[in-house]
């Protein structure tokens, strides 16, 4: 006989005879017992598995997102590093075409320098005071000039205009402006420290070079006609045609700004000092002051008589300034009173 393959079957069935027995309670019951411990049992399998199945899942999801946002961040650093490796490379790029414009316009410049120096070599400039050399905006610089001294050129090129400006030792300011290039030429009458400054315009470059020059006034000094000795010797001769007898100044050839003391005295004579350059583009500035400081008189021209009858006895400071270094005559003579009145004299 086969025992039933359901667990709730309370018979069982003979298959050679075909007559059925009744089960007994307690066989049932423990074929339901073995029954509901097997379906546990595979029940709580599928309950591992599903679990298992899900914790997997849930695993496969974490390394998902993990590894989404590993790649994100992987790729945004090669982004970041990209973009800044671009960034350099442009602003490398950026940086040598800005200094090969700079090297073109720097060559550009020295270029234009380059004719006018030569010419200045040519002209016995060979002393170089300062080499060339390119600065942004403003070249400035001091140097020590000696009155009557050898003159000094700053050749000065840049694409736009030009100031240039020096400042001698008194504080007196000379100019000079120009579009693209300036030769400027200086030639002391004031010894010490003269301020130099050249500028254009903001960010622009500006190409310099500073060369020492013999005066060209220097030929002067033994030419009558250059170091106005012939000027004076005119003067002097319609003093002596006027009446003037004595001669209180040789006539001489000097060069640079002269202070000179006339001893004067009241009475009827009085002084008239001649000052005579060759050029009229030496403009000479004269100043005569009594003992006790005062201006007496003044005067300013390339060829002058300063007539003076002394108010008080004693030392008159005489004062001439030229506006170069070119050479020119000074000489003096007494007068009647007469005549020095009707050449100015008060």
Not at 73 to 88: F, H
Request: charged share 25%.
């Amino acid at each position: 006989m086969q025992p039933p393959a359901h667990p709730d079957a309370v018979f069982a069935s003979c298959t050679h005879c075909q007559f059925t027995v009744p089960l007994s309670v307690e066989w049932v019951e423990s074929r339901q017992l073995q029954q509901a411990a097997i379906d546990r049992r595979h029940h709580e399998g599928q309950e591992r598995t599903a679990e298992a199945r899900a914790k997997r899942k849930q695993q496969l999801v974490v390394l998902f997102v993990m590894g989404g946002a590993v790649v994100f961040t992987l790729g945004l650093i090669a982004v970041i590093v990209g973009l800044e490796m671009w960034k350099n490379h442009r602003r490398d790029e950026e940086q040598s075409a800005k200094a090969a414009a700079d090297e073109r316009v720097r060559a550009s410049l020295v270029s234009q320098l380059e004719p006018v120096l030569s010419r200045l070599r040519e002209q016995g400039c060979t002393r170089e005071v300062s080499p060339v050399d390119t600065v942004r905006q403003q070249a400035s610089t001091e140097l020590s000039m000696s009155a009557g001294g050898n003159c000094w050129h700053a050749v000065v090129a840049a694409q736009a205009r030009i100031d240039v400006r020096l400042v001698a030792p008194s504080g007196k300011v000379v100019e000079k402006q120009g579009e693209g290039s300036v030769d400027f030429e200086h030639c002391p009458t004031e010894t010490g420290k003269h301020r130099f400054s050249a500028t254009t315009e903001p960010g622009g470059m500006l190409a310099s070079a500073m060369a020492d020059c013999a005066p060209a006034f220097e030929k002067h000094r033994d030419d009558p006609a250059k170091n106005g000795l012939t000027r004076a010797q005119v003067r002097l001769k319609s003093l002596s045609d006027a009446g003037c007898r004595r001669v209180i100044l040789p006539p001489r050839a000097v060069t640079g700004e002269q202070t000179l003391t006339a001893t004067m005295h009241t009475g009827p004579f009085c002084s008239v000092l001649v000052v005579s350059a060759g050029s009229d583009d030496t403009i000479l500035e004269t100043t005569l002051k009594s003992p006790m400081g005062e201006l007496v008189a003044s005067k300013r021209s390339s060829d002058m008589e300063l007539a003076a009858c002394a108010k008080v006895t004693g030392d008159h400071a005489v004062t001439v300034t030229p506006t170069n270094g070119d050479y020119f005559t000074l000489a003096g003579m007494e007068c009647p009173r007469a005549v020095a009145r009707k050449r100015g004299a008060k």
